[in-house]
């Protein structure tokens, strides 16, 4: 391999390798930040036990996904190009129901569109197999 092309490679992973650290900290913030920020006013609401079930439970689901992707991004694999999808999905998710909901404005309500977007993408565009092979390969 070319010093040009193994340069080239290197910089990719360190795309993947900042999708990793980025959702780590993503995962973080929403578990730590979040929880204090918006899921423990949601379980003081008196919501019906049924939806503060389904949210509570939500809330643990996405947090567990966020530490996995974290992990799947760091690794490297196909199973990047999967994960790098759910996070760019989600952003586009957020978007439109911030749209729907609030108008522009919404856009800076529920900001999470900001980092999900932009993980994915570097995610999307690292290579999908680690840069350094174990030794012994």
């Not at 092309?5 to 913030?29: E, F, H, I, P, Y």
């Not at 609030?102 to 840069?131: C, D, K, T, Y």
Request: proline letters at 7%; a positive charge; zero cysteines.
């Amino acid at each position: 391999m070319s010093g040009r092309s193994q340069m080239r490679k290197t910089s990719l992973g360190m795309l993947r390798r900042g999708a990793a650290l980025l959702a780590l900290l993503t995962a973080g913030v929403h578990t730590f930040v979040g929880g204090m920020d918006t899921l423990m006013p949601m379980l003081q609401a008196g919501l019906d036990p049924v939806a503060e079930g389904a949210m509570h439970a939500s809330w643990h689901i996405v947090a567990a996904f966020l530490f996995w992707s974290a992990i799947v991004f760091w690794r490297g694999g196909p199973a990047v190009k999967h994960f790098a999808g759910l996070w760019m999905a989600s952003a586009l998710i957020f978007i439109l129901v911030d749209l729907w909901q609030s108008g522009p404005a919404g856009l800076m309500q529920n900001p999470q569109w900001i980092i999900l977007g932009p993980v994915g993408l570097l995610a999307w565009f690292s290579p999908e197999r680690p840069v350094f092979k174990p030794s012994g390969a």
